[in-house]
């Protein structure tokens, strides 16, 4: 018999927190998530109820470009995360400045089919049931992406002025997450009213 003490050392990945940033982005996508859902299923609940005209088929075109423009700044946004944490912070702001172009192109395209939808077409958000669920839920993923623009600016600014480096990527990644949200949710909200509601 040995007389060799065996001693089974195991060792154990010390445990580290998940960043705050990005759990406090994960539980803010959670909570907005509902509210979308909220806005959503109201949609296609009175999808067709509408009264009175105008309704979605007379009315509504397919925003392709501006769909394409708003998907595409989803990878800008992460090419610009991708930049900063290989210290490129001038490639950085140029590609968070495509971005918000590209959202901008987005939002310029919603406020142009508003405007036709009120000034040529009459549909305001009284006119019927169409017009009331139309403007909720597409103006609050417009809400979300002016707010998303705001702080793209804000990051873009501080990285033309050399305030952030590659120590500040997970807090850009955390901006990019909730871009990436306004992202997703547009495609929902793209199927339910202008592919399933027409």
Known sequence: MSTIPVTHEIEEAPWT??????????????????????????????IGKSLSGPTPKEVLDLPIVSTICLLSSSWTAHVAVSALRKAKVKACAGWLAATILLGFLFLCATAKEWYDLIVIHGLTIRTNLFGTTFYSLVGLHASHVVVGLLLLTVAMTLALRGKINEHHSEKLEVLSLYWHFVDAVWVIVFTVVYVLGR
Request: net charge negative.
């Open 17 to 46: 927190n998940p960043d705050r940033g990005i759990t406090a982005m994960i539980c803010l996508i959670i909570a907005e998530s509902a509210v979308f859902i909220i806005f959503v299923v109201g949609y296609i609940f009175y």
